[in-house]
């Protein structure tokens, strides 16, 4: 008995072994922000939530002086850090700082450069590398070329001409242009991106650059080049890789092009990428399509508890995320019975409360007549004798009863 007892306290320490080495890293993170020409203090904050959101990072914000301040106090130690989100458009930084983060990056730290990101800093070389395109601050033929896609030929321009430019604030299609990048792969070769400024007209070195998506800057909304602009972009800088995005425009709160699936999608496995070379989140069963804009009002993604609490409302001039939230679990549990099993039952649930809509209850039914078991059966016979919902229930009896 002794030494079966002491066999279970070495197994019983194996375990809890094990368990302590999995991999539950959090990549520490630095917002730089405190001047802009943007609303940074509503910007920064979502970026924090967002990148939060996904359990790989954990940011804290710092801010510089106030324009016209004393910037030697600004001095960040960058090797805390894995990650390094560039939400700033201001005075310069101190040498003693400039030289600290190119050394950071230099030695494989990542970074993500956020919207007008890019418009900093257009005297410091080193900078340029890495955001890889740039505007405004009186950048021209100087500062190196255009880059844009033109007639879905990517073209180097080196024509003469200011850099930076945008029309009006508008929805707008994005079009992934590398697909097979861990950071676009699985993701819509177009879908609708919220209201934002199409940056247009960026030019810089574009050195050791992918252009991973762009979009068509029309001339309807004012500024338009009528070509395909950047709008994400990889670079890398020594050990270090960057991600670049034009997008997401600050209003109070965050604004349709913050809220949008697409930019938060986006950035957070770009944020990854820039940190590991990979992406280990998956494309989340909201990211919009060509069809329309999908936006998050509170930056998160659904869960299966909040679709289930929604769902039993839904009536036929409603959304019908509830649902494509339910079908993206079930379709991710493939394979698993006993996880199918525990959404069946969740979906018994609703068919059973009597306060679930008539449209509803049809949703759910057609789910069940294909991946249901017969522990959804006599729920379903009971909805037989219902007129509204007599068709589905019978059919989705004829195919679980075959």
Known sequence: MKKQYLLLIVVAGLLTFFSSCKNETVYKTLIITGQNNHNWKASSPVLKQILDETGLFSAEIMTTPDKGGDMKTFNPDFSKYKLVVIDYNGDSWSEKTNNAFVEYVKNGGGVVFYHAADNSFPSWKEYNEMTGLGGWGNRNQKDGP?????????????????????????????????????ITRGLPVAWLHGTDELYSQLRGPAKNMQILATAFADSAAGGGTMRDEPMLMTITFGKGRIFHTTMGHADEGGGPSMHCVGFITTLQRGAEWAVTGDVTQKVPWDFPSAAGVVLR??????????????????????????????????????????????????????????????????????????????????????????????????????????
């Open 146 to 182: 255009y880059v844009y896609y033109k007639n879905n030929i990517l073209v180097t321009d080196t024509s003469v001409g200011n850099g930076g430019s945008h029309g009006k604030r508008r929805e707008f299609l994005v079009r992934t242009r590398i697909t097979d990048h861990p």
């Open 297 to 402: 009002p509170d930056f998160k993604e659904m869960t299966l508890d909040e679709a289930f609490a929604n769902i039993g409302n839904y009536e036929i001039p409603k959304s019908t995320k509830y649902l494509s939230c339910i079908q993206s679990h079930i379709r991710n549990l493939a394979g698993d019975e006993t996880g199918i099993l525990k959404i069946e039952k969740m979906m018994v649930k609703v068919l059973k409360n009597n306060e679930t809509t008539v449209e509803a209850k049809k949703l759910l039914l057609r789910e069940l007549s294909w991946m249901g078991s017969d522990y959804s059966v006599p729920a379903i016979k009971e909805l037989v004798l219902n007129s509204e919902l007599k068709d589905e229930a019978e059919f989705a009896l004829s195919r679980l009863q075959k």
